[in-house]
């Protein structure tokens, strides 16, 4: 079960909603998603188009405060801008609310059906990289899943539109999923690790192939492991994936590592070779244009020494006579 809370907070399409403390108006479009921490909608602002996000004080604190932490790590793109926070006097009372980075695009899971599979590994590969550098950063995502995860671009990057679930390393995660959730499998506890946010990982791949997700037989994490083998689409790195669901990875970057193998090195460096013969080619034009360059300047220098020497035989010819 999700755990959840639930929000009956709710703003019709055209109301404008007015900051209590910073004056900014925002133009409510729609709403973009109803989740266990709050409400999300589409607005208009001075800044141009955003998303607003209505919860509770001490859920809102604690976002602002994952988001501040994401944009002080270097690279990350994983969680949107803060823009804004304030509160609203609306006729149901104040409602605190922050205004954040709208992220354009599909879901993880929309992207993948209109792209195809194969885009499963690279967009994995993103997600990791990501993901190590929040865990060095001192933070775990906890509620990782593909409708938290939309594919902006192109060029393609993979960016999270909901960090509710994100938590310290070492607390309890509190927010989750309950098919990405390694609790709810029997694989491991809810403490707030690398290893619980690799499962989660683990499992939007899973959940990319298998869409109408399945419930959890008394096998456990047996039926996620014969669950991958038995789809063609994962069985590239379908080993990488069972060790993550596993618990097998301490790390996301050496997760990240044997899911590059898995996919394979080979092309990359093919690419690369073919491109060196176009670059010694350039060298080789360089080379020439520099030859030239050097040989016309033998022949102006050549020349100049040969007027001179004229210029003094004339004046030599001039006082003889």
């Not at 040969?306 to 004046?315: I, M, S």
């Amino acid at each position: 079960m999700m755990n959840t809370s639930k929000n009956q907070f709710s703003v019709g399409r055209g109301a404008v909603i007015h900051g209590k403390w910073h004056k900014q108006a925002y133009l409510v479009e729609r709403k973009l998603g109803q989740g266990a921490a709050g409400t999300v909608y589409l607005v208009n602002g001075s800044g141009g188009t955003a998303a607003l996000k209505f919860s509770s004080q001490l859920s809102i604190t604690a976002e602002m405060n994952v988001l501040k932490a994401f944009a002080k790590v270097q690279g990350s793109s994983l969680g949107p801008s803060l823009l804004d926070a304030d509160d609203w006097e609306s006729r149901n009372g104040v409602q605190p609310f922050y205004v954040m980075e709208y992220i354009e695009g599909p879901t993880l899971s929309a992207f993948i059906q209109a792209r195809g599979s194969s885009w499963i590994g690279v967009l994995l590969l993103q997600l990791l990289e990501n993901l190590h550098m929040l865990h060095e950063a001192g933070w775990i995502f906890g509620d990782i899943k593909p409708d938290n995860l939309i594919v902006s671009g192109p060029p393609f990057a993979l960016r999270c539109i909901d960090v509710g679930g994100t938590t310290k390393m070492g607390r309890a995660v509190k927010e989750y999923t309950e098919f990405f959730d390694r609790g709810y499998w029997r694989a491991g506890s809810r403490k707030a690790e690398p290893s619980y946010d690799l499962f989660a990982a683990a499992m939007v791949a899973v959940n990319l192939v298998y869409p109408e997700r399945f419930p959890r037989n008394e096998s456990g994490v047996k039926q996620l492991v014969d669950k991958v083998r038995q789809k063609k689409e994962l069985t590239a790195f379908a080993p990488v994936l069972i060790k993550a669901l596993q618990g097998e990875y301490s790390s996301a970057r050496m997760m990240r590592e044997e899911l590059l193998a898995a996919l394979g090195t080979e092309p990359i460096k093919k690419e690369a070779l073919k491109a060196r013969p176009a670059a010694r080619k350039k060298t080789g034009r360089t080379a020439l244009k520099r030859k030239q360059r050097k040989e016309q300047g033998l022949l102006t220098m050549t020349a100049v020494l040969l007027v001179a020497a004229l210029y003094v035989l004339y004046v030599l010819a001039e006082l003889l006579i």
